[in-house]
């Protein structure tokens, strides 16, 4: 493991998302998820099974996929970069893709709330994958990352030490809830 890798795994547990959502993005990071690829590798998904990705059935359903290279997938994350004002190219792995959230954050009280945001988006895609093959209920990209900004202001008011933050306030600007 290189000290990249150690940051970001010392940062997830310090995270201020929930305790059973800082125990997912850890196995997340891990690659221990039970993606479609995961489960075939250790045969608990029939040779006959699709692999494919639930959300766009363009590529099978990896962790690396599922989370940052799906077409749905990146255009949430590209809403929620463009809600935060960040501007990066999505990135090849979830430990980079991490860093790049985590590295240029000069405010603490921002950086534990775009980790937060980060935490969530992650948590709310996991979910929306699961809903959509155990409930056949399937959302798009846009309600996805209102899920996430909802999502994320309960927790960052709850959970942050920051002022209090209206939620057309938190869709609006962010940063102005964060600032410390």
């Not at 998820?33 to 692999?51: A, F, Q, Y």
């Amino acid at each position: 493991m290189n000290r990249d890798e150690e940051v970001i795994f010392q940062e997830n547990w310090r995270g201020k998302a929930p305790g059973k959502v800082l125990a997912f993005s850890w196995t997340l990071l891990l690659d221990r998820i039970p993606t479609r690829v995961n489960l075939h590798k250790i045969r608990l998904m029939g040779m006959e099974d699709s692999k494919r990705c639930v959300f766009c059935d363009g590529e099978d359903e990896s962790t690396v996929h599922l989370f940052l290279h799906c077409d749905i997938i990146s255009k949430v994350w590209r809403e929620v970069m463009r809600w935060l004002n960040f501007n990066f190219i999505n990135p090849p792995n979830l430990f980079i893709h991490a860093l790049c959230w985590m590295r240029g954050v000069r405010s603490k009280l921002f950086r534990r709330g775009v980790w937060l945001i980060w935490h969530a988006v992650v948590w709310v895609v996991w979910k929306s994958r699961n809903n959509w093959i155990f409930n056949n209920h399937i959302i798009g990209a846009e309600e996805m990352v209102d899920q996430i900004k909802v999502l994320s202001w309960h927790w960052s008011l709850a959970r942050l030490n920051m002022a209090s933050c209206l939620f057309y306030e938190w869709c609006w600007n962010p940063h102005y809830c964060l600032r410390g």
